[in-house]
């Protein structure tokens, strides 16, 4: 069982940054990949990056290669998106979710667990 705890997020003007922090408990959290997910209001679901259980793997949904970056610390139980040029279209309610094993997926079928999620908004 993983309990995750999604914190960061806010408001922000276009152009700006926002790290993203998701909390894992369980002490086997290094052996689960993890992956962000962002849902705006009347859209659905969308997969923005994920990593691999060492990290050695990542991997992002176009519309965020280049501003966002996913990383993670095993030993803080904790995987971040830090996000960078940040633009009104990015707007969204994030959340970090986490399957057993190693690999990286962007189909949020493939994810166990979930968190709660954090609103992140980017104002024009």
């Known amino acids: 069982q993983v309990q995750l705890v999604e914190s960061g997020g806010g408001l922000v003007q276009a152009g700006g940054s926002l790290r993203l922090s998701c909390a894992a408990s369980?002490?086997?959290?290094?052996?689960?990949?993890m992956g962000w997910f962002r849902q705006a209001p009347g859209k659905e679901r969308e997969f923005v990056a994920a990593?691999?259980?060492?990290?050695?793997?990542?991997y992002y949904a176009e519309s965020v290669r280049g501003r966002f970056t996913i990383s993670r610390d095993n030993a803080k139980n904790t995987v971040y998106l830090q996000m960078n040029s940040l633009k009104p279209e990015d707007t969204a309610v994030y959340y970090c979710?986490?399957?057993?094993?190693?690999?990286?997926?962007?189909?949020?079928?493939?994810?166990?667990?979930w968190g709660q999620g954090t609103q992140v908004t980017v104002s024009s």
């Open positions: 979710a986490a399957r057993a094993g190693g690999s990286v997926y962007s189909t949020d079928t493939e994810y166990e667990y």
């Open positions: 990593i691999s259980w060492s990290g050695g793997v990542t």
């Open positions: 369980g002490r086997t959290f290094r052996s689960y990949a």
